[in-house]
C-alpha cells in the first residue's frame, strides 16, 4: 500500500500534517543559507494499534532537501513517545566534509 494510502487508512494523517509543518521550520532553519525544495514523510517510527483501535506512532521522520542537494532527516518524537519533545536532525556524507578538503 502506499504510504499516502495507508496513513489516512490508519488515521494518523492529521498528526503528519502537524508533525510536518514542524519538520519544515526545522529545516528551513537547519537549511538556513539555502532554500528547502522538497520536505516528506519517509517512515513512521514505532507505530502500533492502541486499546481504543486508534493508531499511536511514537516517531515520524522526515526527509529535507535544499536547492544545493544537500540532505537531512529531521525525525520528531509525538507526544505518545516516552521522549517526547526531543527532535534529531541528521545530515549525510554531502555534510560530512567540505568540499574544499577533497580539491
Known amino acids: 500500500m502506499a504510504i499516502n494510502r495507508k496513513l489516512a487508512f490508519d488515521g494518523v494523517s492529521s498528526q503528519v500534517f502537524e508533525h510536518k509543518q514542524v ?3 526545522l529545516a528551513v532553519r537547519h537549511f538556513n543559507q539555502s532554500t528547502v525544495i522538497d520536505l516528506h514523510l519517509s517512515a513512521l ?56 578538503i577533497f580539491d
Open 45 to 100: 517510527g514505532n507505530a502500533y494499534v492502541n486499546e481504543a483501535g486508534g493508531v499511536n506512532v511514537q516517531a515520524f521522520e522526515f526527509k529535507a532537501i535544499d536547492d544545493t542537494g544537500r540532505e537531512a532527516y529531521i525525525a520528531i518524537n509525538s507526544a505518545e513517545s516516552p521522549h517526547s519533545g526531543f527532535v534529531s536532525i541528521t545530515t549525510w556524507h554531502n555534510d560530512l566534509f567540505p568540499h574544499a
Open 23 to 25: 519538520a519544515r521550520e
